[in-house]
Every structure is written in structure tokens, then in C-alpha cells.
């Protein structure tokens, strides 16, 4: 193949999908590489599809997507050994005709948005490994390398949308490596029951309304990190992840906190009969904005988990990815269109473009946060055992009177943290990383 | 935090965790090798309980063993080790290896 392509997309994920999609939908000539057998066959999420990203990409996506259950309820659960302090909101005004929020399985969906890039006129080419960059005299990036046999494909940019543990733009040195303290080590179980089942026990109408849990607290055994559980029409993603970093410290295997997490006697009936079929681990970049690399060079682009893109406060990974695929395709064919050269000088346009939108907003908003959580893991583990046993004296009904039961509660607060002056310190520190 | 002492062992031997996965394994091609050194640094060791998948296995002397049958190229081992250089890691060949049904 010695054809020459406006652009290549290494990977075929949200974020290399959206990349490849716009720019084939412009006209321009697109070759999207892809290593698994087919698109998501090495992609892993939770995983929440945030409708407004792929919306502004394929507008009228929902008719043809493979999508799970819309959201209609949102918990947050914080757990200890034995109980669970919840917070639910749910409500019919979720139930739009355009929901915001949808629960999928990343396969099935990121075939999906391939095939809509090869609809959209993209050459696509999947069971082929881009081992290398190409580059030329001067330096500038003018292809990839595959594990293909042939010469290397050439283009006026490349755009790596390689995920988390990307390893071409790393080994030619366009960013550093990880660091187990900004990245997470999560696994997932899909749980299979019956599309009933899990209408019934989530007190859901229908088939296409779903609950989403965010777990926090002894769901983490100590360490820095959250568990979720997810559902889908007929199974339960149920899943769990901490940094890395953590990991190394406590030598807990994550697959005994997603055990542990299966037997809690809050979690346990909610999959009770369930048939896993499929147990899953992937790296989370939560490196926040102070790990995001340098972002555009002389012939190429990074988009998405390769660029760090997590908001980790959020949980939101896919929208980044999607918008940060969109805004690069979008400086490629704005650059054609002028007859511009994809030089480092104009492709920092993306950047720009990236200030402009919520991305790096958001980005820049939690920048203090990995630290702060970091640094403070009491915060995910103290708070939520104090909020348990105050529940407990506040609920059992005994002889002890009300304003013992106050006392003793804010008591085992203060204990919990040795002082009053701890705990106003830790609001003071989380107020500041969410300002 | 929590020791691992603590957290109890998990009841689910890991070749049952991983049974309902799907590998296309390229035979003679492993693309996670072992460099190994005289004595293995604590970090490969750590791999016996870090890997998600169950590889690293500690064996007779208390060397580390590599299998690559479950691995689920996540990266953990690739990030664990970068500083000790024991461990060369690339991607599969393209088609082979793990293959998400669901992700």
C-alpha cells in the first residue's frame, strides 16, 4: 500500500472513532488502524455513554446504537464493613426524549461507531499493531509502522488515539511514562440476569431505564479509589479500582476487592444468581491536568486516554474522549480547507480549541484534586465508618436520649479524626480542590 | 490503610475468574518477556499479587514465573516495572490476544 492519506488514526476507541469519523465526513481521505480482531475488542469502561459528546458527532445516534438503559437514577453509596449510607436521586425527567445519560458495553458500541467511520468513507484496517512512527529528515511525523508486512503508511498527520497504555507515542517520546500514583488499576465483572431481574430490583419500568452506583469508601479498603455498579438490559457491570501506587503499598490483588465488594451484604443480593461472563482489568489515567503531555507536534495529534483525559471527580473519560477526537479532526480539516501544513505551529490550534471547550475547564478545575486524595486517604475511608455509626445511634431506638445520642455522634466524629481542627481542615482542602 | 493480611484470601480460583474470557493466542509469539536479573527486584515480585490476571506466580526458590495465558494487556506489569527493566513489553501481534465481548 503506497497510497499517501490525509490523516492516519491510530485505534478505534471513542476518542480515535470521533477523530477518524469527522475527518472522513469532511472529505478528507482517512486510514483508521485498529490491533483488536474488531473495534472494542481491547476496549474496556464502566461504562456511562454521556449522550451530548457522541450527539454533536452523530446527531442521530440513538436510532442506531447499541445502548443498554438511559439513566433514570443516580445513587452514591458510602460503604463500611457491613452497612451503606445512600443518596439517590432519581427522576421521570430523565425520561426525555433525548436522555443525557446511557449505560453500554464498550464492544458491541465501539463496532458500532467504526462502522459509522467506515460509512463515513475511512479506510479502516483492524488485527494490525502500529508499532512505530515514521518520521522524516527534519523530524516531523509522516506515517506509522505496522506489524504488517509493506512499506510504512504515510500521512500529513497522524492521530493517536492509542488509550491509556499507548505505547507508540510514548516510546518515540512524545509524552512520559505512567506514574502508579496517576493511574488506576480497576476490573470489572459483567454479571448476567434476566432483563426482568434487574428491573425488579432497581424498581425500574421498563427495559430502558437504568440506576447507576458510585461506591465509595470501604469499597477501597483504605486505598485511594471508587467502585461503581452499573445496568444494563440483561446484566450488572459491578466493578472496582484504586491508583496503582496504593496497590503497590497495600499488596491487596484487585480481584479481592472486587470480591469482597461482590460479598457486601449491600451488594450481594443485587447479583445474587447472576452468571459472570466476563472478567475484565484496564488501566484509568487520573493524572488530572498537571499529567495531560504535550498534546500536538510536527505531523501528529493525541486524543483522548493517551492525552490523560479523565475527569476522575466526575467519572467522565468517554465525552473527553469523543470531544478531544472531534476538536483535533476539526483542526485537521479546518487546516486543509486553508491549505495549511499540519505543523506543530498550526496544529496547536487544537489546543486552543481544547481551552475554549469544557474539556481543559474541567481539566483545570480538579487540578488539585489527584493530590489532595492522594495525600489524604482518611478522607474515602474515616468519614464514610463515622457517617455509619452515627446512622446507627440515630436509628436504634433505646433508652439513650437524644441529646446523648447527639453528643456521643459528634463525638466519634471528632475522635475519628483526632479534632475538630482535622475535620475543618479536610473540608477546607476538598472545597479548595472543587473550586 | 488496610494491610492485605486483613482482606480475606477470594474464594474463586483465578482460572475460574478468567474461564469466560476469550484469547486468540499467538503460539510462540509471547509479547510479555522476562528480563530477568540475578535476584528479582520486589517490584516483579509484587507483580504475584498486582497482576489482575493472575501471570506472575512465585515458584520454586522464590523465583517469579511469567504465564502469559490470561493476560488481559492492561499494562500494570509494563508500569510496575519500568524502573527495574525486567520486563520487555509490547502489544500482541495485531488479532491476537485478548478479545473483549462486552469490555
Redo the contacts between chains.
Keep these: 500500500m503506497s497510497q499517501h492519506f490525509d490523516a492516519i488514526v491510530v485505534g478505534a476507541g471513542p476518542a480515535g472513532n470521533a477523530a477518524a469519523y469527522v475527518m472522513a465526513k469532511a472529505g478528507l481521505s482517512v486510514l483508521q488502524i485498529e490491533?483488536?480482531?474488531?473495534a472494542?475488542?481491547?476496549?474496556?469502561?464502566g461504562?456511562i455513554l454521556y449522550a451530548d459528546a457522541l450527539e454533536r458527532i452523530i446527531p442521530e445516534f440513538r436510532d442506531e446504537a447499541p445502548l443498554e438503559r438511559h439513566v433514570v437514577e443516580q445513587r452514591v453509596w458510602l460503604l463500611d464493613e457491613r452497612s451503606h449510607t445512600g443518596m439517590h436521586y432519581r427522576s421521570d425527567a430523565f425520561n426525555e426524549d433525548r436522555p443525557n445519560r446511557y449505560t453500554i458495553?464498550?464492544?458491541?458500541f465501539?463496532q458500532w461507531f467504526a462502522s459509522k467511520v467506515r460509512e463515513a468513507g475511512a479506510v479502516q484496517i483492524?488485527?494490525?499493531?502500529v508499532?512505530g512512527l515514521v518520521r522524516d529528515d527534519d523530524n516531523r511525523v509522516i506515517g506509522v509502522e505496522?506489524?504488517?508486512d509493506g512499506a510504512p503508511l504515510l500521512a500529513d498527520v497522524v492521530v493517536l488515539g492509542e488509550g491509556?497504555?499507548g505505547?507508540v507515542g510514548r516510546r518515540a517520546g512524545l509524552r512520559p511514562?505512567?506514574d502508579?500514583a496517576h493511574?488506576a488499576?480497576a476490573?470489572k465483572e459483567?454479571i448476567f440476569l434476566s432483563e426482568e431481574v434487574v428491573q425488579e430490583r432497581f424498581n425500574l419500568e421498563g427495559e430502558d431505564d437504568g440506576v447507576v452506583i458510585e461506591l465509595m469508601g470501604d469499597v477501597s479498603?483504605?486505598?485511594v479509589g471508587t467502585g461503581f455498579l452499573y445496568t444494563n438490559r440483561e446484566?450488572i457491570s459491578l466493578g472496582v479500582g484504586c491508583l496503582?501506587a496504593?496497590?503497590?503499598?497495600?499488596?491487596?490483588?484487585?480481584?479481592?476487592?472486587l470480591?469482597?465488594l461482590k460479598a457486601h451484604p449491600s451488594v450481594a443480593p443485587l447479583i445474587r444468581d447472576g452468571e459472570?461472563?466476563?472478567?475484565?482489568?484496564?488501566?484509568i489515567p487520573e493524572g488530572g491536568y498537571d499529567a495531560i503531555p504535550r498534546l500536538a507536534g510536527d505531523g501528529w495529534l493525541v486524543v483522548g486516554d493517551a492525552g490523560q483525559f479523565v475527569n476522575s471527580a466526575h467519572r467522565e473519560g468517554s465525552n473527553l474522549a469523543m470531544t478531544t477526537g472531534r476538536l483535533a479532526a476539526e483542526t485537521v480539516v479546518a487546516l486543509k480547507h486553508e491549505g495549511l501544513a499540519c505543523s506543530a505551529a498550526h496544529l496547536a490550534r487544537y489546543r486552543q480549541a481544547l481551552e475554549q471547550s469544557f474539556v481543559m475547564k474541567d481539566m483545570r478545575k480538579y487540578r488539585r484534586l489527584p493530590g489532595i486524595l492522594h495525600n489524604n486517604?482518611h478522607l474515602l475511608t474515616t468519614y464514610p465508618r463515622a457517617i455509619s455509626q452515627a446512622m446507627q445511634s440515630f436509628l436504634r431506638v433505646d433508652d439513650v436520649d437524644k441529646r446523648a445520642k447527639e453528643r456521643r455522634m459528634l463525638g466519634q466524629f471528632r475522635q475519628a479524626r483526632g479534632g475538630w481542627r482535622h475535620i475543618f481542615m479536610d473540608a477546607l482542602k476538598m472545597a479548595r480542590a472543587w473550586r | 490503610m488496610t494491610s492485605s493480611n486483613d482482606v480475606p484470601v477470594p474464594t474463586q480460583r483465578m482460572e475460574e475468574r478468567l474461564y469466560t474470557n476469550r484469547y486468540l493466542v499467538d503460539e510462540g509469539h509471547p509479547h510479555v518477556r522476562l528480563r530477568r536479573r540475578a535476584i528479582d527486584s520486589d517490584e516483579l515480585k509484587s507483580l504475584v499479587r498486582l497482576c489482575p490476571a493472575g501471570c506472575y506466580s512465585k515458584v520454586e526458590r522464590g523465583r517469579v514465573e511469567l504465564s502469559l495465558d490470561g493476560c488481559m494487556e492492561c499494562g500494570t506489569c509494563r508500569v510496575v516495572c519500568q524502573a527495574t527493566g525486567e520486563i520487555e513489553w509490547s502489544y500482541p501481534r495485531g488479532g491476537f490476544g485478548v478479545a473483549f465481548k462486552f469490555g
Design positions: 490491533r483488536g480482531e474488531t472494542g475488542a481491547k476496549n474496556v469502561q461504562a458495553l464498550r464492544a458491541p465501539d483492524t488485527d494490525t499493531t508499532t505496522t506489524d504488517r491509556v497504555n505505547l511514562e505512567l502508579p493511574v488499576l476490573v459483567t479498603a483504605g486505598m446484566s496503582l496504593n496497590f503497590q503499598e497495600t499488596q491487596i490483588p484487585a480481584y479481592v476487592l470480591d469482597r459472570t461472563r466476563e472478567y475484565v482489568a484496564h488501566l486517604k
